[in-house]
C-alpha cells in the first residue's frame, strides 16, 4: 500500500443548471498536492461523502501523476 500524503482541499458549493430546469447544487474541490498544480473533482451534493470524495481526489492524482510533461521550444 502507498504512503499517505498529505492533501490540502477546499469546497464549494454551486448551484448548476440542469437539463429539468431547476438547479441543482454541486461540490467543488480544490484540491493541492505536492508535484502538481491544483486539481478539481465535482460531485453532486446528494452524492457527496468524505469517502467518495477522497476516492475521487486518489484516482485524479493518479491519472494526473501517469500523465508524461511535454516540452515545447519558444
Do not use: H
Not at 6 to 31: L, N
Not at 42 to 52: A, C, D, G, V
Amino acid at each position: 500500500m502507498a504512503e499517505a500524503e498529505e492533501v490540502r482541499i477546499r469546497r464549494t458549493e454551486i448551484m448548476v443548471p440542469t437539463a429539468e430546469g431547476e438547479p441543482a447544487a454541486m461540490v467543488y474541490t480544490t484540491y493541492i498536492v505536492k508535484d502538481l498544480s491544483p486539481g478539481l473533482v465535482t460531485i453532486p451534493k446528494t452524492e457527496w461523502s468524505s469517502e467518495k470524495e477522497a476516492d475521487l481526489i486518489r484516482e485524479d492524482i493518479k491519472k494526473r501523476r501517469e500523465a508524461k510533461p511535454s516540452a515545447i521550444r519558444l
